[in-house]
């Protein structure tokens, strides 16, 4: 994980040209597209976090023995990961 870690910060972000401009549309596919736009939008530590916890399934503890943090620095970064995942994929009220 920790190795992953490194390459990631390192690696410039993969940010196609449309991300975060156009909401997902209707079908599943599209709902996909939306959600890999908005992923790349996280820092890795927050990618990291969701995937371990909601992808995988693990419970808060299992997570952060996995990614070698404490308890408390893991739900930081799921906090931070949803709030910027609520930001790219629910429509703002009053934007048009």
Known sequence: MNTWLSHARRAPPRVSEDA???????????ARRG??????FLRP????A????YAQDLTHEEAAEAAG???????SHLLRGKEKLRQRLVPQEGVA
Do not use: C
């Open 20 to 30: 975060g401009t156009q909401p997902p549309g209707d079908g599943p596919v599209d």
């Open 35 to 40: 959600l890999e736009r908005a992923f790349a």
């Open 45 to 48: 530590e927050e990618r990291l």
């Open 50 to 53: 969701l995937a371990l916890a």
């Open 69 to 75: 943090w404490p308890v408390g620095t893991l739900k």
